[in-house]
């Protein structure tokens, strides 16, 4: 298995753009979570699913955020409008018996 | 809610011992991990322990809990510059885990 994998691995982008961040998740994990990583603040959790519904979204940080599981091997977590104190890495997790394996990351530059 | 706590840096000799510790607030946390991660990557799980253990050795790592102190430590024997990356301590029960501020171990020749 190719493990976690998210795209893009690099987004730079202006002010007020939309972003959209993708993860695809190992066959046969039944949940997904997406963490945000920065200095200050660590890692974060956003949201999660389990069986593709999501669970808890209280990490969201405001109603820029927004994240969909349309199926089991599919996620996105969009931000709109991305702001820079959005940019940090962002990390999604496809977990098996409460293990949890961690994408490469995205790393958001917001200018 | 579940606090999860660590020194944020460790500085060791090559060969020497590394003990990183971690404490917790939430003692019906069932599992406890150890993650580390090299710069530019994701989260890897190096080991865990489940709560009614209190030690687990798997090859140069020794994970300790005590669970009266709510206190964790991973123990690398050895310690080489390959060793060198953030570790975190993360615990919880079922899939949602709660992850330490992480130790940044350097290791020196």
């Known amino acids: 298995d190719a493990g976690v994998i998210q795209s893009p691995r690099h987004e730079v982008t202006e002010m007020g753009q939309e972003v959209t961040l993708r ?33 808890d979204d209280s990490g969201m940080p405001e109603d820029r955020f927004s994240a969909k599981m349309p199926n089991a091997s599919f996620s996105t977590l969009k931000i709109q409008p991305s702001e820079p104190r959005d940019s940090a890495v962002y990390f999604c997790a496809s977990v098996d018996r409460g293990e949890q394996y961690f994408g490469p990351g995205t790393r958001l530059t917001v200018t | 809610g579940e606090d999860v706590e660590q ?51 798997d090859q140069r790592l020794t994970v300790l809990l005590n669970k009266k102190d709510k206190h964790l430590s991973l123990r690398i024997a050895d310690t080489q510059t390959g060793d060198s990356a953030i570790y975190f301590c993360a615990v919880g029960g079922g899939n949602k885990l709660t992850f330490g501020t992480g130790t940044q171990l350097k290791v020196e020749l």
């Open chain 2, 7 to 57: 020194s944020l840096f460790l500085s060791v000799r090559e060969g020497d011992s590394s003990v990183i510790n971690c404490t917790y607030t939430d003692s019906s946390s069932t599992y406890l991990y150890w993650y580390k991660q090299e710069p530019g990557a994701g989260l890897q799980l190096l080991t865990y322990i489940f709560s009614n253990m209190d030690m687990k050795q």
């Open chain 1, 23 to 55: 993860c695809k998740p190992i066959s046969g994990h039944n949940s997904l979570f997406w963490y945000r990583q920065t200095m200050m603040r660590g890692l974060e959790l956003l949201i999660y699913f389990n069986n593709n519904v999501p669970i």
